[in-house]
């Protein structure tokens, strides 16, 4: 029998036995505040679903209205015949809602950043980047082959010696952060990121995939929470978190959609975002722009939370936002209260190294508008008789 594949068992006992091997969970049920896993009913504090959106009717009832009109598949990428006037309207309307100049769509977060980075910088540019971007921000600037410099995390005068450091070294440069970091639940300055990236002529890209629909007025990202329409280069967002649905966008000045369009290899070779996910999430902007009710709730839900979590006496870490991370500091510990958490009926994710630095393990609370009081009371419940069991609380 031939060996040439017996790295990866080796490989995957490595992960098992340092802790690291994904088991996936399976839901049986939609996304909403309470799930169906393996079987067992359980409250979910464990997705992006923020606004409920994931299950909406009116989103479920545009998506079959679309595909009655439309069908399902785009049959092409977007710049050979997979462009249908539903993704020009959705564009239109992202454009209209973060109040920029243009936006265009992409697949997901993950090729929306795989696609925008590349079109920006190249060899012999310098991204500046946050120490803590996402997954998919260092592979984008990786593909760039720009030289990636990291400055501290969501830290203004950390980026501006670093910037200093290697003044002239670089043709182009471009700043790029998260906007909500979603392990911590905390979010940069980015007033004093524009300046920074202004006085040096920098261009400056947020990724809000964990702030929109959850920051600035009704939902309209951290751009707006920060009241920099315009002033921020570019803004990479995602449909599959607060908007309930799949696929990507980029906002922001139009000369770089228009670039995007012509340079953007996941637009330019990758199929386009199907008609249900179009229709969807026009349905969930929508939703956003009507009334601020499902944002206040998302918000008003994680302000009774995390003040009860406190009381008891836990430890909520740097969070501005809905994103609750309990610190639980031993990553053991962690796994081990999730588990009892899940046997109590609440669903709450454990993150340990290499997610999270060593030392630093914490359950993380992702707080939805779906929540009843009753369903936070009886979360909160569970945490105060796991935390007693683990001593973690007195
Ligand atoms: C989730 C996330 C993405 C990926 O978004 P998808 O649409 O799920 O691919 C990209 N960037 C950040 C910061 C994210 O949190």
């Known amino acids: ?48 679903n923020y606004l409920g959106l994931a299950n909406h009717p009116h989103l479920v009832q545009a998506a079959k209205e679309a595909m009655d009109k439309f069908g399902v598949g785009p049959g092409a990428v977007r710049t050979i015949a997979g462009t249908m006037d539903i993704h020009l309207e959705l564009e239109k309307r992202m454009a209209k809602f973060k109040r920029v100049e243009d936006a265009i769509t992409f697949q997901s977060g993950f090729t929306a950043n795989l696609g925008t980075i590349p079109a920006l910088v190249g060899k012999g540019d310098m991204i500046f980047s946050d120490e803590l971007n996402h997954a998919s921000i260092i592979d984008g600037s990786r593909l760039s082959g720009a030289t990636i410099t990291r400055y501290e995390h969501a830290n203004p005068s950390s980026l501006e010696t670093v910037i200093r450091q290697n003044e002239g070294n670089y043709r182009r440069g471009l700043v790029i952060t998260d906007g909500v970091f979603s392990m911590d639940g905390d979010f940069p300055p980015l007033d004093k990121l524009v300046q920074i990236a202004k ?15 959850v920051l600035g007025e009704g939902g309209r990202g951290i751009v707006d929470h920060f009241k920099l329409h315009n002033q921020v280069d570019v803004e990479v967002g995602t449909f599959s978190k607060a908007f309930g649905v799949m696929g990507g966008v980029v906002a922001g000045n139009a000369k770089i959609i228009e670039w995007l369009r012509q340079r953007g290899r996941p637009f330019l070779f990758s199929s386009a975002v199907t008609v249900p ?44 936002t809905p994103i609750t991370p309990v610190m639980l500091g031993d990553a053991k510990l962690a796994r081990e209260f999730s588990r009892r958490l899940y046997e109590e009926g609440v669903f709450a994710m454990a993150l340990g190294f290499p997610t999270v630095p060593r030392g630093l393990a914490r359950i993380r609370v992702m707080i939805s508008a779906t929540h009843s009081e009753d369903d936070l009371d009886q979360s909160l419940k569970a945490f105060a008789k796991v935390g007693k069991e683990f001593n973690v609380i007195s």
């Open 277 to 320: 996910d179009v229709a969807a999430t026009i349905a969930s902007v929508d939703l956003l722009e009507e009334s601020t009710e499902l944002v206040d709730k998302l918000w008003s839900n994680a302000d009774i939370f995390k003040n009860e979590m406190k009381k008891l006496g836990f430890d909520t870490g740097k969070t501005m």
């Open 1 to 48: 029998m031939s060996t040439k594949l017996n790295w990866i068992d080796e490989e995957l006992e490595n992960l098992k036995d340092s802790g690291l091997y994904n088991k996936i969970r399976t839901l049986g049920s939609p996304q909403g505040a309470w799930l169906v896993v393996d079987g067992k009913r359980v409250l979910n504090f464990c997705s992006n």
């Open 199 to 213: 006085d040096h002529n920098l261009m400056l890209m947020v990724d809000d995939a964990h702030g929109e629909g």
